[in-house]
């Protein structure tokens, strides 16, 4: 089992920044990817940002330029810098990770944009 716990949401005004920090623990040898989702209230589970072992990263388009993801191996964490923020990123967002073709989420964490 894979175990994932996200930190650093909160309220931000429109267009600043948070981070975000996901720490993975359990038996995370071998985890393929780590990434971002998230979800808006009524909308779908969407992929911000997504980090494979190979160093492929790709980006939602509305994030790019905005949004960086990022890995510390040693630290078992992935992060995601959020810069200028927009009430459209509402949503909690959801850390994730894959191992042998499972799926793993974290609880989510809530960000708000909002003045």
């Known amino acids: 089992q894979v175990q994932l716990v996200e930190s650093g949401g909160g309220l931000v005004q429109p267009g600043g920044s948070l981070r975000l920090s996901c720490a993975a623990s359990?038996?995370?040898?071998?985890?393929?990817?780590m990434g971002w989702f998230r979800q808006a209230p009524g909308k779908r589970r969407e992929l911000i940002a997504m980090n494979t072992n190979d160093g492929r990263i790709d980006y939602l388009d509305s994030v790019k330029g905005r949004f960086t993801i990022s890995r510390d191996n040693a630290k078992n964490t992935v992060y995601l810098q959020m810069n200028f923020l927009k009430p459209e990123d509402t949503a909690v967002y959801y850390c994730?990770?894959?191992?042998?073709?499972?799926?793993?989420w974290g609880q989510g964490t809530q960000v708000t944009v909002s003045s």
């Open positions: 359990g038996r995370i040898f071998g985890i393929s990817a």
């Open positions: 994730y990770g894959r191992l042998n073709s499972q799926n793993y």
